[in-house]
C-alpha cells in the first residue's frame, strides 16, 4: 500500500532529514505543504487529501517555508491532527466505560468483566488506527522531545491513572481504594501498558502481527486488574 504523502514527511522527520534535504520531499508530499501555503481551499496534509489545483501558485524553497515559522511549526502541523484524534478517542472511551457502572450502587463481578473486555475491544481497535498513521505516531510518541508534544505519552497514561482510580473508588470506595494498589505502583503499571501498546504499534511488521501482541498485552494486563478490581 502506498504511503500518504502525510506520512512520507513524517518519514523524512524520523530519518533525521535536516531543511536541505525537506527541498527533495517527494512531489506529492511537497504538494500538500504547498497546499498549505498558497491557501488552497481543502483539507490538504491534515487528512492527507489528495493537493487541490496549485495553477497560478509558484513559490520558491524560502517562500515555501516562509510559510512554516520552524521546524517544530512543521512537526505540529504533523502530528496535533492525532494527537487530537486520540485525545477525543480517550474522552469517548472513558465515557463509555463509565456507562457500565451505576453510580452509588454495588459494582458486580460480572461488571468488571464487561468492563475489561470492553476496554480490550477498545484497545484493540485503537491500536489499529493508530497502527495506520505510525510514522506520525512515533513523531508523537517517540520524537517529540524539545516540543510542546514531549509529554504526550507522559499525559497518557496520567489520564489512565485517573480513570483507573476512578473506577476504584466506584468499587471499592474512595477511602479503600487507595489502599488497594498504590498511585506509584498504579502509574507504573499504566505506564508499562501504554510503553507496551506504542512498541507494538511501532514495531508489528503487519496487522495480524499488530492485533496478536495487541491481545497478549490487553489479557496479560486486563487479568491483573481483574485480580484488583475484585479484592
Known sequence: MAKSPTRKIAKLFLEGGDRSEQRQLPGDARAHLEERSCGVSGRGVREGE?????????????????????????????VEPLASMIRKAYAQGE?????????????TPEQVRAALEAKAAGTLAT???????????????????GTPYEHFLDWLVDEEDRTTLRVLELIHGAEKARTVISKESLHIVNHAFYSALSENIIHAKSVEELNATTEVISTFFNAGWEKYRML
Open 95 to 107: 465515557e463509555r466505560g463509565f456507562a457500565g457502572y451505576d453510580e452509588g450502587k454495588p459494582v
Open 127 to 145: 491500536t489499529a488506527m493508530l497502527y495506520s498513521h505510525r510514522d506520525i505516531y512515533e513523531l508523537l510518541v517517540f520524537r517529540s522531545y
Open 50 to 78: 489528495p493537493a487541490q489545483d496549485l495553477q497560478g501558485c509558484r513559490r520558491d524553497h524560502r517562500a515555501f517555508y516562509k510559510h512554516f515559522k520552524d521546524k517544530e511549526a512543521l512537526f505540529s502541523e504533523l
